[in-house]
Structure formats: C-alpha cells, structure tokens
C-alpha cells in the first residue's frame, strides 16, 4: 500500500458535537483533504455494520483519498470509532504517525440529540426518546434492532457514553498526548475562530486560512416518514444501477429529495424529570472524562 495515500488525521468522535462543522471547516483549508465520503467506518472491527453504507475493503478506502499525495494532511471522521474498543488498535497499526482529533458534549444533550439525527436518518425507529432509552439493554442483546439501521451501535446512546472514558484513555495510551486534541461543543459554539485555530495549529497547518463558518448539522426532521425510508431502502442500490449505467458521479437526486423532506428546526425540550436523571446517572463518567483529559467540565453537571 502507498505509504504516501494513508490518511494521518482522524477525527473519531463523538457524534452530535461539532463534527460536521468541523470537518467542513478542514476540508477548505488547501493543506487538508477530508475524505469526500465523510464517515467510512472502515476501522473498528467490533463494530457491527448492516447494509452496506460501510462495506469497505482496504482498496476502496484507499481510493477515498485518491489525489491526495501533496496535501499535508489527509483526514476522515468517523464518529464512531470513540465507541470501538478496536479502532484506536487499528488505526496505529495502519499509520502510526496519525493525530486525533476528539470532539466532546454534555453526555445528555449528546444522547438527546444523537436521537433526534437517527430518527431522521432511519437508523431509529422509536420516535420517543425514553422508550428508545428503555430498550437499550434488550437491543444490546440484539432485540428491538431498527430495520434499516447501518451500524448498530448507533442506538446504544447510554452504553456510548459509559464507554468513553476508557476510550478516550486508550487513543491517550496508543497515540501519546501530544498526538491527540480534545475540543468541547460549548467551547466551539462560542469562539467557533479561536477553536479552529487551535486545531490547525495541532496539525501543523498553516494558520492563516480562514474558512466559511458556517454552521453544519444543526438540528432535523423528516417532513414524510415513508419518504425517507425509501431514500434508506433503494438509494444504494439505484447509486450502483446510475454507475454501471451513466456515470461514476452522483448526480444528486436522492439528496436534492432528502433536502427537501427535511425541515430543520430547534428540538422539543426533553422530559425535566428524565433530563435530571440522565444527568445524575452521567456525574460519575463526568468525572472520569475531568481525570483522563484534564478538562474542567463543571459545567456539565449543573443539573438546572
């Protein structure tokens, strides 16, 4: 494999905290590629893919960063890497010389949200956020599991969550420090400039590139259900009919469709009650995140 088409940059979580925007924001500066496929997954050998959004093979994931030799850095963001207890192992074996990059959020706003995003995307099918809560534990154990889903651990909101101090240790233990930044959503929200510019510094950029700041991501619903389980069904499959037939490019259709069935608005408060216990629950894995990263995140318990 040509050590010059490696990717060296991997941000690997976590979902719902400034990922898109931040990968936007990289994929303008002219010394950085981000892969054009923005969450391959290929890493992660415990993870549990279904359909074949994620079926790639070493070749394929390769040819993701094609034309990529005289960039300084060559990236991907796969946001689920955080939940693999794999990954972390995997990614040094490939490329040693990798930095990370890890985007953090307040644990129940992270899950709420990572909620309301697969709703939309069909990887969830319980529209109440408790239930879907409730069912966890039988869906760890395979039961319950959305049809359409494409990685199953998708669904495991509180399971993600426990999970991340150790996971966070590990890319610490594997990479070195030095080797690994940690940006907080609340951080980012509030000098989105500043932020950015200390991950440039962190990958070795140059620094005086500014991009659109727009904002990516936010918030979405599905205006017609059975719409966008079309879109989840067939829109693979008629991509790989339009390449053999016509052209190796998208042309677009099935995005152009889910834009205009989504409706981007501000979600509906989560239940007081289970929002003061999901925070309670949360505290002792708070303070194991404070340990690992040396953050403050006081501000991540007020349970108001």
Not at 59 to 83: D, H
Not at 250 to 265: A, Q, R, V
Request: proline content about 3%; glycine content about 4%.
């Amino acid at each position: 494999m040509n050590k010059y088409i490696k990717p060296n940059f991997f941000i690997v979580g976590a979902p719902k905290c400034g990922t898109t925007s931040i990968y936007s924001y990289l994929s303008q500066h002219p010394q950085v590629f981000m892969s054009k496929f923005k969450e391959p997954h290929f890493f992660g050998k415990d993870l549990t893919r279904k359909g074949k959004l994620y079926n790639f093979n070493e070749e394929s994931y390769i040819r993701l960063f094609k034309n990529s030799n005289y960039f300084k850095v060559k990236g991907e963001a796969s946001t689920f890497y955080l939940y693999s207890k794999e990954a972390a192992k995997e990614i040094h074996s490939f490329n040693p010389n990798s930095k990370i990059l890890i985007l953090l959020r307040e644990p129940t706003e992270m899950i709420y949200s990572m909620h309301s995003q697969y709703i939309h995307s069909q990887n969830e099918d319980v529209l109440d956020f408790k239930k879907a809560l409730n069912l966890e534990q039988d869906r760890l154990k395979g039961y319950h599991i959305p049809h359409l889903i494409d990685l199953k651990e998708k669904i495991f909101y509180k399971d993600y969550i426990k999970k991340m101090p150790n996971r966070i240790k590990n890319y610490f233990d594997i990479f070195g420090r030095s080797n690994v930044h940690i940006t907080l959503l609340d951080d980012l929200k509030n000098d989105c400039e500043l932020e950015y510019k200390k991950i440039i510094r962190f990958l070795g950029v140059d620094e005086t590139f500014i991009p659109n700041f727009e904002i990516y991501n936010t918030n979405k619903k599905v205006k017609y259900l059975f719409i966008q389980k079309i879109i989840k069904m067939y829109g693979l499959a008629l991509g790989d009919i339009r390449k053999r037939f016509w052209s190796n490019k998208p042309i677009g259709i099935m995005k152009k469709i889910t834009e205009l069935n989504t409706i981007y608005t501000e979600r509906n408060e989560m239940d007081f009650d289970l929002r003061k216990s999901l925070k309670k629950e949360f505290l002792s894995i708070i303070d194991q995140i404070e340990d690992i990263t040396f953050l403050n995140l006081s501000n991540w318990k007020i349970n108001d």
